[in-house]
């Protein structure tokens, strides 16, 4: 039987957005759902109240604080009555058809995403989705004219977690967002993961919303959001790729983050007075170099932090991989772009490609032709902060109102912490990985 808008149950969550719920739920209770959700996260608005008086069809799930975007939307799948789970963020407004035209495509593929149009529909938020090597996300045709581009949709590697549909039992099945996520690429990670354990994601161009244009997202502090974006691709990473992958690509997002780290921070290695240049600069008010500067701590702290969240990041990864059923070579092809160059500097493009082919990965990707594209960048200095701003911006789809406060810290270093470490520094950290996931292996809960 063909499913209908009666087995659907549409979540948003929302945080200190009443403006926003004025406009999306008249939208929402004309699609004929079965259910609808809202997950407050803290609201300190009256977003509640208003609910609550205006709204009583709604249901109401309240988080006593912002718990971001994972775990609210999570916690109301799991209170879900529907068959299908529809997620939007509060900043849009839905076409009268979205619901009927997404879930069409469910009869054939697991997870549908919608194409996101401005707020007045005239240029592209979303309408697709590419994935650089590295775990760095990007949607198609942001910025462009809707008479300008594609209208045929088909397979894509994530959907857009902003406007979505999922059959509940798979979404549940496959763990639902990654909360250790808090926000961003939680929807990259869950894409990839349905591809790799049989199930399929298109992009359904008849189904549409509007998008205020990350109204919250420019309320809040923009280090916080390069943070999460880079520690994110390394765990988005370092959980989908298959093993005999994986040993040389988490090394090499390691070493190309620091590398990217101390290019940000404006030292100069070639003069004994490494900071020189820079602290003129910052005493000087310069803004691109303090945004540079700053965007070099962040690297750092996400490593960091990365780091000492593998030992419960690999055994999730150790879940993901029994689930396999395809290969990375066809995972790949729905990258698109995968040498997306992260930063446009001659220097790092060419250093990237001689690690890459040190490493065996020349069977993979086309490093030639990244070397060749790397050439005709220039090394100009500062070309860093403007390529961090420019994948930023590609962001603004990803409810940044989960951003009012840092993630919490939800994860404590594993107690073989410091063995995985001594091992990375004596042995190498492909020998650590691969002894980390060895001991995984012989727990016994990793059995069950």
């Given at each position: 039987?063909?499913?209908?808008?009666?087995?659907?149950?549409?979540?948003?969550?929302?945080?200190n957005?009443?403006i926003?719920?004025?406009?999306?739920l008249?939208?929402?209770?004309?699609?004929?759902?079965?259910e609808?959700?809202?997950?407050?996260?803290?609201?300190?608005?009256d977003s509640?109240?208003?609910?609550?008086?205006?709204?009583?069809?709604v249901k109401?799930?309240?988080?006593p604080?912002?718990?971001?975007?994972s775990?609210p939307?999570?916690?109301?799948?799991?209170?879900?009555?529907?068959k299908i789970?529809?997620?939007i963020?509060?900043d849009?407004?839905?076409?009268p058809?979205w619901?009927?035209?997404g879930i069409?495509?469910?009869?054939?593929?697991?997870?549908?995403?919608?194409?996101i149009?401005?707020?007045?529909?005239?240029?592209?938020d979303?309408?697709g989705?590419s994935l650089?090597y590295l775990?760095?996300?990007?949607?198609?045709d942001t910025?462009?004219?809707l008479?300008?581009?594609?209208g045929d949709?088909?397979?894509?590697?994530?959907?857009c977690?902003?406007?979505m549909?999922i059959k509940?039992?798979?979404?549940l099945?496959?763990g639902?967002?990654?909360e250790?996520?808090?926000?961003?690429y939680?929807?990259?990670?869950?894409?990839?993961?349905?591809?790799i354990?049989?199930?399929?994601?298109?992009l359904?161009?008849e189904?549409i919303?509007?998008?205020?244009?990350?109204?919250?997202?420019?309320t809040?502090?923009n280090s916080?959001m390069?943070?999460?974006m880079?520690?994110n691709a390394?765990?988005?990473i370092?959980?989908n790729y298959?093993?005999?992958?994986?040993?040389k690509?988490?090394p090499?997002?390691?070493?190309?983050?620091v590398?990217?780290?101390?290019?940000?921070?404006?030292?100069r290695?070639?003069?004994?007075?490494?900071?020189?240049?820079?602290?003129r600069?910052?005493?000087a008010?310069?803004?691109?170099?303090?945004?540079?500067n700053?965007?070099?701590?962040?690297?750092?702290?996400?490593?960091?932090?990365?780091?000492?969240?593998?030992?419960s990041?690999?055994e999730?990864r150790?879940?993901?991989?029994?689930?396999?059923q395809?290969?990375d070579?066809?995972v790949l092809?729905?990258?698109?772009?995968?040498?997306?160059p992260?930063?446009?500097?001659s220097?790092y493009?060419?250093?990237?490609?001689e690690l890459l082919?040190?490493l065996g990965m020349?069977?993979?990707?086309?490093?030639?032709d990244?070397?060749?594209?790397?050439?005709?960048?220039?090394?100009?200095?500062?070309q860093a902060?403007?390529?961090c701003?420019?994948?930023?911006r590609a962001?603004q789809?990803l409810?940044?109102?989960a951003?009012a406060h840092?993630?919490e810290?939800?994860?404590?270093p594993?107690?073989?912490?410091?063995?995985?470490?001594?091992t990375?520094i004596?042995?190498?950290?492909?020998?650590?990985i691969?002894?980390?996931w060895?001991?995984?292996r012989?727990?016994?809960?990793?059995?069950?």
């Amino acid at each position: 039987m063909s499913p209908s808008a009666s087995d659907v149950t549409i979540i948003t969550v929302n945080w200190n957005g009443r403006i926003h719920l004025e406009k999306l739920l008249p939208s929402l209770l004309e699609q004929g759902a079965g259910e609808i959700i809202v997950v407050d996260n803290g609201s300190v608005d009256d977003s509640v109240a208003f609910l609550e008086t205006n709204y009583p069809e709604v249901k109401i799930l309240k988080n006593p604080v912002n718990r971001g975007f994972s775990q609210p939307n999570n916690l109301a799948a799991r209170k879900a009555n529907g068959k299908i789970l529809a997620f939007i963020n509060n900043d849009m407004k839905a076409d009268p058809d979205w619901v009927r035209k997404g879930i069409r495509k469910l009869e054939t593929c697991s997870c549908v995403s919608s194409r996101i149009l401005d707020w007045e529909g005239k240029h592209i938020d979303f309408n697709g989705s590419s994935l650089q090597y590295l775990g760095y996300a990007l949607q198609k045709d942001t910025g462009q004219l809707l008479n300008s581009v594609s209208g045929d949709g088909g397979e894509i590697l994530f959907p857009c977690g902003g406007s979505m549909f999922i059959k509940r039992d798979t979404f549940l099945e496959s763990g639902g967002f990654d909360e250790d996520f808090f926000a961003i690429y939680e929807d990259v990670d869950l894409g990839w993961r349905l591809w790799i354990t049989g199930h399929k994601v298109v992009l359904d161009p008849e189904s549409i919303v509007y998008h205020r244009g990350h109204a919250t997202f420019q309320t809040q502090d923009n280090s916080r959001m390069r943070y999460l974006m880079h520690r994110n691709a390394m765990l988005t990473i370092l959980k989908n790729y298959s093993e005999e992958n994986i040993k040389k690509i988490f090394p090499m997002a390691l070493m190309m983050a620091v590398r990217r780290a101390v290019r940000c921070s404006g030292v100069r290695k070639e003069s004994l007075y490494l900071w020189e240049a820079a602290s003129r600069s910052l005493e000087a008010g310069d803004k691109a170099v303090q945004i540079s500067n700053l965007d070099a701590f962040n690297h750092l702290v996400a490593v960091e932090d990365a780091i000492k969240m593998i030992p419960s990041i690999l055994e999730k990864r150790l879940e993901i991989q029994k689930k396999r059923q395809v290969d990375d070579n066809q995972v790949l092809r729905l990258f698109e772009d995968p040498l997306r160059p992260i930063v446009e500097d001659s220097e790092y493009v060419s250093t990237e490609a001689e690690l890459l082919e040190m490493l065996g990965m020349d069977s993979m990707f086309n490093l030639e032709d990244y070397s060749r594209k790397g050439r005709k960048f220039s090394s100009a200095e500062g070309q860093a902060e403007a390529n961090c701003a420019k994948e930023l911006r590609a962001l603004q789809w990803l409810g940044g109102y989960a951003l009012a406060h840092p993630p919490e810290k939800v994860l404590k270093p594993a107690g073989k912490l410091k063995k995985f470490f001594r091992t990375a520094i004596k042995q190498g950290p492909r020998t650590a990985i691969s002894a980390a996931w060895k001991t995984l292996r012989n727990q016994p809960e990793a059995r069950r």
